[in-house]
């Protein structure tokens, strides 16, 4: 079972900071998880729409002008950053996971534009990255655009017709909530080609159910702890 950092080690580290990716890397995680909003020109890293609970900010990001948002602490003295920066420090290095949160469908040649920049001047592997979101209309707006990149369709529910809107969307991989994820889901995916990736597992007991029921990969927000969990399981 792959492990992903969720929002990097987001337990040990303030959550979404280059402080949590580089943790992620030193824990060898398969991949990193992070969230991205479109504010002022600009992708930045950060997980909700507003700055008060991961910053020393508060309101709305919207209502801040990128070099304000600049200012503020993200946790531990680090700023927040932008998506080009966290691809300069973990590139190539494990798979990335950039879930698309505060975007329009308009924004999403700005991703385009900082990824293919990363290809160019990092030599960034697109097959290490991973775009997902819940919202399925910019996932089909970026594969009629780019059908290299491969997508991760997001669901914090079970769906009547379980993996078929993934599958729809020409996804890699469905991401589920733990709560709802169950075997026939995972059956159903798996019959439709596409990898099941749970969200958040970090408990033992959580980690057991996710390998008794076949899911490819879970989002961790300790992946160390989580591969000592996985490893303990595995022999028994
Ligand atoms: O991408 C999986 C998971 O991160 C989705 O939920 O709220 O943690 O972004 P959330
Ligand atoms: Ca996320």
Known sequence: MLIFAHRGVSAIEPENTILAFRAACTANAYGIEFDIHHVDG???????RYLDRTTSGSGLLIEHTFAQLRQLDAGKGTIIPTLGEVLTAV???CVINI????????DISILFKCLDNAKKVLKLNF???LLSSFNHHLLQAIYRQRPEFSLGALTAALPLNHAKFAQQLNAYSVHIVVDYVCAEFVLDAHQRGLKVYV???DKLSDIKRMKVIGVDGIFAN????????LNQLNLK
Not at 43 to 48: A, G, M, T, W, Y
Not at 99 to 106: D, S
């Open 42 to 48: 600009q992708l930045i890293v950060i997980h909700d």
């Open 91 to 93: 590139a190539n290095q």
């Open 99 to 106: 879930e698309l949160k505060g975007m329009e469908i308009e």
């Open 127 to 129: 097959k290490n990255i």
């Open 199 to 201: 969200y958040t597992v």
């Open 222 to 229: 300790n992946p160390k702890q989580a591969q000592l969990h």
